[in-house]
């Protein structure tokens, strides 16, 4: 493990006991129904029997979404333990079943055979890859041909001409997350390792959509759609496996 991803996995492990608090309070809930539009759009065709895999799954809350909607077999994985010991806590109390497990693994080495899942979902981990070619060819790996790829990840709202109401939007979350949210988050979290300073740097610099697409279809997705969500602070990445 090269020194910028032991320096991500040290973060997430730090802020791990408020991360679900802050993803909350900071997104004013609206991760909740992001993870509930993310569930139902990815779904919606499928059988009634599937595997989901769920990487950088952090306290599981896409998994256990995917788990109350579907009822199938979820497995999370996830490289930060903190992380995993609090997502385990959670499936004690809320999960009845066997079908949700969770094991520690790195995306860009996921330890599964090559075809096992019919979804891969991220959400809010993708820009923390140190690889992300190489985390892209992992989660299209382990899915089935036709299989779905889901991505959910933060975006920035682009200001556009004739759209004063759009522009004013964008320019005010920008300054919300570029200013506010780091300065809360990192008192909010105590974090020693300014993480929610590097929230803001890695959407930054994380491909916009178009760059996105472009990704995705270099490594054989096909059926590429892209939702936004929350007028465009967040985008959801649908690819099927080619």
Not at 54 to 69: I, N, P, Q
Not at 131 to 147: N, Q
Request: charged share 25%; proline share 5%.
């Amino acid at each position: 493990m090269n020194k910028k991803s032991s320096d991500i996995k040290a973060m997430f492990s730090q802020i791990a006991p408020r991360y679900d608090f802050l993803n909350s309070f900071l997104s004013l809930r609206q991760d909740h129904a992001w993870r509930q539009k993310t569930v139902r759009i990815v779904t919606r065709e499928l059988n009634r029997d599937y595997q989901v895999l769920d990487v950088c799954t952090g306290t599981a809350e896409l998994a256990l979404t995917f788990r109350r909607k579907s009822n199938n077999r979820v497995i999370g994985t996830d490289f930060a333990l903190p992380m995993l010991k609090i997502a385990r806590d959670k499936l004690k109390q809320k999960v009845p079943s066997n079908d949700c497990y969770l094991s520690a693994a790195d995306t860009c080495r996921l330890p599964f055979k090559d075809n096992s899942f019919a979804v891969c979902s991220i959400a809010f981990g993708l820009r923390n890859l140190v690889d992300l070619s190489g985390g892209l060819k992992e989660m299209f790996r382990v899915l089935i041909p036709g299989g779905r790829l889901a991505i959910l990840e933060f975006s920035l709202p682009r200001p556009r001409r004739g759209k004063p109401l759009n522009n004013i939007f964008a320019s005010l979350y920008l300054f919300y997350f570029t200013r506010i949210l780091p300065r809360l988050g990192n008192m909010i979290s105590r974090s020693r390792m300014a993480a929610y300073s590097y929230l803001p740097e890695s959407v930054l610099s994380f491909p916009d959509k178009e760059k996105m697409v472009k990704l995705l279809s270099a490594h054989g997705a096909r059926q590429i759609e892209v939702y936004p969500m929350s007028g465009g602070i967040v985008n959801l990445y649908v690819a099927r496996k080619g």
